[in-house]
């Protein structure tokens, strides 16, 4: 059974920075796009970064300039660096693993980490 692995999340001050990290085993990691989407309390889920395997990057527009993704395909690894960190921030951020392109054809999330920001 496929467990996404999420760490790093917690509580920063308005401007900090925080790096969150998501563990993939048993996935086929390094072909897959993947991806971190975020949700607030009472809104949507919503797209924060993806990143494809051939490390083309998208970002949502409230974040773009301010946080980073990245991959390490040796570690079935996705990073999130986030820098300049606003109180609009504040979410459960969720990794995932996108397969639907596969013969697998699944879509893994992990079970999500919060952030929170605030004075």
């Known amino acids: 059974q496929v467990q996404l692995v999420e760490s790093g999340g917690g509580l920063v001050q308005p401007g900090g920075s925080l790096r969150l990290s998501c563990a993939a085993p048993?996935?086929?990691?390094?072909?897959?796009?993947v991806g971190w989407y975020r949700q607030a309390p009472g809104k949507e889920r919503e797209l924060v970064a993806t990143?494809?395997?051939?490390?083309?990057?998208n970002y949502g527009e409230s974040v773009k300039g301010r946080f980073t993704i990245s991959r390490d395909n040796a570690k079935n690894t996705v990073y999130l660096q986030m820098n300049s960190l606003k109180p609009e921030d504040t979410a459960v951020y969720y990794c995932?693993?996108?397969?639907?392109?596969?013969?697998?054809?699944?879509?893994?999330w992990g079970q999500g980490t919060q952030v929170t920001v605030s004075s």
């Open positions: 048993g996935t086929i990691f390094s072909i897959s796009p």
């Open positions: 990143i494809t395997r051939g490390a083309s990057t």
């Open positions: 995932n693993v996108d397969e639907t392109w596969s013969s697998r054809g699944r879509n893994y």
